[in-house]
């Protein structure tokens, strides 16, 4: 199957309402340019250091997402242009990308991205961290972020009961947050092997990368 082909596909299942992030790490160019060129603009990458060389040659209409998780010294190198951040999982991080928003006289939309899963190893903040930075007086006067919304992944597993539990898990968090956060919209959740699953848990935003470009090769 070609790029464009699966991207036509997985965009007929795809609701309306979700928004689809073609996970391009560790692709190269000539692959990005196959889905540009099939209609997609929106692009997600793990790496700040990958995407920025991405985003210097390819072209100006691509809207990057950083997916993974972010060291805070790379935060300057994609505050320039990054559209949205769905990794940030410490308070730290995000007065850095508050700090390097404002350098370069933006403000970056992030999302909050919750440990819902089962597994130690996924990044993540737990509900209360979530709530302490949601509250403290130094995230209200932060002016250059803009929280959107939230950004879980589930367990790698089999068991799709457990992975329903823990998307159904997040949304309520989301549901919750809202209260506090009227203007937040976007929950990114699913990816290949669970999106189906996270859109009917009430995921309007999905990162799908190997259904689109092929397994990734990482020798
Ligand atoms: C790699 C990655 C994806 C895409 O994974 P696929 O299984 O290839 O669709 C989605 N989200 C994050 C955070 C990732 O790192």
Known sequence: ???????????ETLPGHVALVAVSKT???????????????????????????????L?????????????????????????LVHGVDSFRLLKEINKQAKKSDRVISCLLQVHIAEEDSKFG???SELKAIIDSEDFNLMENIRIVGLMGMATFTENKEQVRKEFSHLKSIF?????????ITT?????????????????????????????RNYS
């Open 1 to 11: 199957m070609s790029i464009k082909k699966n991207l036509q596909s997985i965009k």
């Open 27 to 57: 692709k190269p160019n000539k692959e990005l340019l196959e889905a540009y060129q099939a209609g997609q603009r929106v692009f997600g990458e793990n790496k700040v250091q990958e995407m920025t060389q991405k985003w210097e040659e």
């Open 59 to 83: 072209p100006k209409d691509i809207e990057w997402h950083m997916i993974g998780h972010v060291q805070r010294n790379k935060v300057k190198y994609m505050a320039e242009y990054v559209s």
């Open 125 to 127: 903040l737990d509900e």
């Open 175 to 183: 549901d919750e947050l809202k209260e506090k956060l009227p203007n």
């Open 187 to 215: 929950l990114s959740m699913g990816m290949s092997g669970d999106y189906t699953i996270a859109i009917e848990e009430g995921s309007n935003m999905v990162r799908i990368g190997s259904s689109i470009f092929g397994a």
